[in-house]
């Protein structure tokens, strides 16, 4: 069965850096690859998908990757501001049937 | 649009009680998912639906059952609560998986805080 890793430990970050976050997979690709936002007590949110045939796509201040070779996600927030301070989770979609599974997300903490 | 609604928000069972929780969105959506979280664990997908009258297991099943009766509603059910079912579930809903990315959006709830004695 796919496995999804995302940074177990939490990242700290002073304001005005660029935050990056990892999401990795193993088996075969997915066809998208989506990017959720969840602040405490309350559902993820989406913020950006990317699909396999797209190295790169951008949203304001976040940035997404998709490297098929290395089967990994990298999301970038620049500038980063403390209002960022949340956990960011990974959803690789692979089509099967409606299935969708998260990796366990990565808390972001951006320090004024 | 309300989007995707949970009931109830909170619930505190004794082990062995029953219980539904209920999930509705007014999006015309095709797919709906239920989810459990836990500290450290993220999201675990127990069970999902790809349209009325259909439903499939997801990662971690056991001890739930789901219907999906009409399109709108998503009910996830818990026979004989176990402490081991003490979490936040959260219900989700998709447009349908297909080339255009706004279709794979995933809508979530509020979620549901559920403790079993």
């Known amino acids: 069965s796919q496995k999804i890793e995302q940074n177990s430990e939490a990242l700290n970050i002073q304001e005005g850096k660029t935050a990056t976050l990892t999401c990795n997979y193993t088996n075969y690709s997915p066809a998208y690859l989506q990017w959720y936002r969840q602040d405490p007590g309350r559902g993820p949110v989406f913020l950006l998908l990317?699909?396999?045939?797209?190295k790169e796509k951008r949203k304001e201040r976040l940035k997404v990757t998709f490297d098929t070779t290395l089967k990994q996600s990298l999301f970038h927030i620049t500038a980063s501001q403390p209002a960022d301070s949340a956990t960011y989770l990974c959803?690789?979609?692979?089509?099967?049937?409606?299935?969708?599974?998260f990796g366990q997300g990565t808390e972001l903490s951006v320090k004024p | 649009n309300a989007g995707v609604t949970q009931t109830p928000k909170f619930r505190v069972l004794k082990t062995g009680q029953s219980m539904t929780l209920l999930c509705a969105q007014d999006m015309n959506h095709e797919y709906m998912y239920w989810y459990r979280q836990d500290p450290g664990m993220g999201l675990r997908l127990i069970h999902y639906s790809v349209g009325e009258g259909t439903t499939a297991k997801g990662e971690v099943p056991d001890g739930y059952n789901v219907s999906r009766l009409k399109k709108q509603n998503f009910l996830l059910g818990l026979e004989s609560a176990a402490p081991s079912q003490t979490s936040v579930y959260f219900c989700a809903s998709l447009s349908r998986l297909s080339g255009r990315a706004r279709h794979n959006e995933q809508f979530f709830g509020p979620g549901t805080r559920l403790t079993v004695l």
């Open positions: 959803a690789p979609l692979y089509n099967q049937g409606g299935k969708l599974i």
């Open positions: 990317i699909r396999e045939n797209e």
